[in-house]
T-cell receptor
């Protein structure tokens, strides 16, 4: 079974802090994704990566950056956290097109 | 603009009953349509994935249908159980892999 592990289930940070969310997958998948999920807005893509050191902006990349130094690990960085970044963050990995994405259990991030 | 609309927004049914969830989309070009189940506090889990040439796919008590001509899909749940209480998300992807997510249908199964 594919396992996607997010480093924290709950995280509380302060406005202006630099925040790192980590995601690790164990199935050698090429593609990895970061989403945020907000009530009434569904899942929105922040960034995705189709290979090591490669990244592409999603629909809402502003205020975020990502890092993929190793195939199994994809990090989401909030450069200077703001209260409107309070949300559920979901990481996913996928082998190739027409295959399902495998999601982690999410990190519920609160910015105070 | 690519959109995925799900209905109803929420649904309450009694244990043992069947139900059908709807998904209409405008995504073009089309590559595949996926249904996910998301339990409260957990990440989504894949139920089915269908490509253009498939019009039905089952996973246990879950059966998904796809009409690519009308751009509609449904997820039918048979003999519902309390553990079926969750949010069900429809996702449509194009050939480049870009996915458009629906807002989900929240299903509550009561004893």
């Amino acid at each position: 079974d594919v396992k996607v592990t997010q480093s924290s289930r709950y995280l509380v940070k302060r406005t202006g802090e630099k925040v790192f969310l980590e995601c690790v997958q164990d199935m050698d998948h090429e593609n990895m994704f970061w989403y945020r999920q907000d009530p009434g807005l569904g899942l929105r893509l922040i960034y995705f990566s189709y290979d090591v050191k490669m990244k592409e902006k999603g629909d809402i990349p502003e205020g975020y950056s990502v890092s993929r130094e190793k195939k199994e690990r994809f990090s989401l960085i909030l450069e200077s956290a703001s209260t409107n970044q309070t949300s559920m963050y979901l990481c996913a990995s996928m082998d190739r097109t027409n295959q399902p994405q495998h999601f982690g259990d999410g990190t519920r991030l609160s910015i105070l | 603009k690519n959109q995925v609309e799900q209905s109803p927004q929420s649904l309450i049914i009694l244990e043992g009953k069947n139900c059908t969830l709807q998904c209409n989309y405008t995504v073009s070009p089309f590559s595949n349509l996926r249904w996910y189940k998301q339990d409260t506090g957990r990440g989504p889990v894949s139920l089915t994935i269908m490509t253009f040439s498939e019009n039905t796919k089952s996973n246990g008590r879950y059966t998904a249908t796809l009409d690519a001509d009308t751009k509609q899909s449904s997820l039918h749940i048979t003999a519902s159980q309390l553990s079926d209480s969750a949010s069900y998300i429809c996702v449509v992807s194009g050939p480049a892999g870009k996915s458009t997510f629906g807002d989900g249908t929240t299903l509550t199964v009561k004893p």
